[in-house]
């Protein structure tokens, strides 16, 4: 009796300690390095639960086996916190600094830049191919309505997010301008304020030019003159789908639409691009000045005028700029 009682004592000691070395073992495997030897990112899928995640990280090379991610993840009691997303680890990293990391949902951010002076239909395909982002745009944001800017996200976030937060953003600092405005600028509206500065943001790239370019259209617009910009032309072609894959005729300056501002007068109907924040101040606070003109110099930036003879010697000295090119290139 003495002895059968003895022996199970020992069985049970035996067990005990079994199930303490497993534990241990299992805590160790837990917290010490794992197996990853170069960095690797791992997308963990919504509704993936803990078994899941666990198999999914063995099979990628982060984990060496399963199971003690799960049992380390109950004791830690991270179990129901871990997160879907992308995540990106480094070599080495334990178990338990990858449960930590899902559940603090330290996810990869990535990034989409639509930059200034793009179309909606420009935006519209880069947030299409952009990887990660999920879903349809949603409703189609309006020509100049929406603020160009590098825009972070997150694996599985949705497309139509990143259009409503483009939206807000143009419409919170387009209110905070116009209040800023200069007095007496012949713009009605902030509409018509988003309208010229997308005619600023195609005319020129260069920072200090759109302050004096934003001034040349408000002196025209003042005074009663056609814009005559180019860029609207070219818009009224292409319908905002991409380049003219061609230099602009006279043709097109004389080919009537809404947007041709050779022919109209005013400005157009809606916006030709989505301007930046420079484009929308210089529109808002123009130059000082009474030029009325300007033109390309050749070389990327331009050459303003007062007076329409003036303008014409800077067009004829551009024209002969062109021309001894054209021959340095034959």
Same mark, same amino acid.
């Given at each position: ?24 073992? #299992? ?46 993840? !109950?004791?830690?009691?991270? =179990?129901?916190?871990? !997160? ?5 680890? /480094? ?5 338990? +600094? ?14 989409? /830049? ?6 909606? =239909?420009?935006?519209v395909?880069?947030?299409?191919a ?7 745009? #949603? ?17 599985? +976030?949705? !497309?139509?997010?990143?259009?409503? !937060? #483009? ?50 259209f ?9 814009l ?9 072609? /292409? ?10 005729s ?8 809404r ?11 809606t ?18 000045? +009474?030029?009325?003109?300007?033109v ?15 303008h ?19």
């Amino acid at each position: 009796m003495a002895s059968g009682l003895r022996s199970f004592l020992l069985l049970g000691v035996g067990l005990i300690l079994a199930g303490a070395l497993v534990l241990i073992l #299992g805590w160790s495997r837990y917290t010490l390095p794992g197996p990853l030897t170069e960095p690797r990112t791992v997308i963990v899928p919504r509704g993936a639960g803990v078994a899941e995640i666990a198999r999914q990280l063995w099979r990628s090379g982060i984990i060496a086996e399963p199971y003690s991610f799960q049992f380390g993840t !109950r004791v830690d009691d991270t =179990a129901t916190r871990l !997160r879907s997303g992308e995540y990106a680890f /480094t070599p080495g990293v334990s178990p338990r +600094d990858v449960a930590a990391t899902l559940a603090a949902g330290r996810s990869v951010v990535r990034r989409v /830049t639509l930059a200034e002076g793009l179309t909606t =239909a420009q935006m519209v395909a880069l947030l299409g191919a952009a990887e990660g982002l999920e879903g349809d745009i #949603g409703d189609l944001p309006g020509e100049g309505e929406f603020l160009p800017e590098t825009y972070f996200y997150s694996w599985g +976030d949705a !497309r139509r997010q990143v259009v409503s !937060r #483009g939206r807000r953003a143009m419409s919170e600092l387009l209110a905070e301008l116009w209040a800023k405005r200069a007095p007496d600028l012949p713009l009605r509206t902030p509409a018509e304020a988003v309208t010229l500065a997308s005619i600023v943001e195609k005319e020129t790239s260069i920072a200090e030019e759109r302050p004096r370019v934003a001034a040349v259209f408000i002196n025209r617009l003042r005074a009663g003159m056609r814009l005559q910009a180019d860029p609207t032309v070219v818009y009224g072609i /292409t319908q905002g789908r991409g380049a003219l894959e061609r230099p602009i005729s006279r043709a097109d300056l004389e080919t009537p639409h809404r947007w041709n501002t050779y022919v109209i007068t005013g400005l157009p109907p809606t916006p030709i691009a989505n301007p930046g924040r420079a484009s929308l101040e210089a529109v808002m606070r123009p130059a000082t000045s +009474d030029e009325l003109y300007f033109v390309a110099d050749g070389s990327g930036r331009h050459v303003f005028a007062r007076t329409l003879a003036e303008h014409n010697r800077n067009v004829a000295r551009l024209r002969e700029f062109e021309r001894q090119r054209a021959e340095e290139i034959r």
